[in-house]
């Protein structure tokens, strides 16, 4: 995944849906019928959604007999993680040296 | 922020420079000029991710005399880091019952 740009995977989560499928594939696999039931969506609306999300690696279907059943893939998601991960590492980094420029300053402020 | 929506946070991180800007960020404040520096874009365009990143609450920027100061927001990126929280969350326990029941079948499987 390294030399992939993580663009596609953010623009796929930009879509409450596309969240909502991902979230129910998180706790198994589930066929395109069952994914599809709780949105009042027509189907080839959804089924965009489903390719998109597969263009996107973060789900792989597999077709048997007339069943579509979707399975999460989630290295897609842990590259995110990933970059959210060192910003998070970065600011905490950045706070630290706030904090310890903030009691530079007051201890030098301390009359003898 | 619970009652916002995290769209417009994720089509914000899907853009390279919109990234790039908030990784400088994370390393301290930096005016407009300093931001743009690295990047060979007209500075209309700049402004325009710039702009983007203010309404997305992601950045925050204040003017003293000819020098707009950018500041990032955390918020947004907490929200989304929470939404893969969850996400990590839920499959490690979908995990661990796969697990579980592979054993069960395993043991169920061995004579007495």
Redesign the interface.
């Known amino acids: 995944m390294d030399n992939q740009?993580?663009?596609?995977?953010?623009?796929a989560?930009?879509?409450?849906t596309r969240?909502a499928i991902?979230?129910r594939l998180?706790?198994?696999d589930a066929s395109v019928t069952d994914l599809a039931a709780p949105f009042a969506m027509a189907l080839p609306s959804f089924l965009k959604h489903i390719r998109l999300l597969e263009e996107t690696g973060l789900i792989r279907s597999r077709k048997a007999g007339r069943t579509r059943t979707c399975t999460?893939q989630?290295a897609p998601?842990a590259m995110?993680?990933d970059?959210?991960a060192?910003?998070?590492s970065?600011?905490e980094q950045?706070a630290d040296r706030l904090e310890q420029f903030v009691i530079g300053k007051s201890q030098e402020g301390w009359p003898e």
């Open positions: 740009t993580p663009d596609p995977v953010f623009r989560l930009a879509d409450s969240r991902l979230e998180g706790r198994g999460l989630r998601l995110i993680d970059w959210l060192r910003q998070r970065q600011w950045h």
